[in-house]
């Protein structure tokens, strides 16, 4: 299990470096798990983000899992009908 740390921040303005830094980690994860634990600042960018990990992961036949995932994020992605697809 190859555990993923999220930055602090995950906004529009950062969702598509934060992505191509994740990227190479998702890629060599067997089975990955996104530690959510810090991400502190965030908008939908975040779960399209987490979306995107989840699709490339399952592209390679692996199960994602994200931990530890603030309130607003679970918040969201139930305003959005997404958190039964990222688990949260």
């Not at 991400?39 to 989840?54: G, R, S």
Request: proline share 6%; glycine share 6%; net charge positive.
């Amino acid at each position: 299990m190859a555990t993923i740390t999220l930055p602090a921040r995950i906004t529009m303005a950062e969702a598509r470096a934060t992505l191509a830094q994740l990227k190479p980690q998702l890629q060599a994860a067997d089975n990955p798990v996104i530690d959510a634990s810090g991400l502190a600042e965030l908008d939908t960018a975040a779960l399209a983000l987490l979306l995107e990990c989840q699709r490339q992961a399952h592209a390679r036949g692996k199960q994602l899992q994200v931990v530890a995932a603030p309130p607003k994020l679970g918040q969201l992605a139930t305003l959005y009908g997404v958190s039964g697809l990222l688990g949260l």
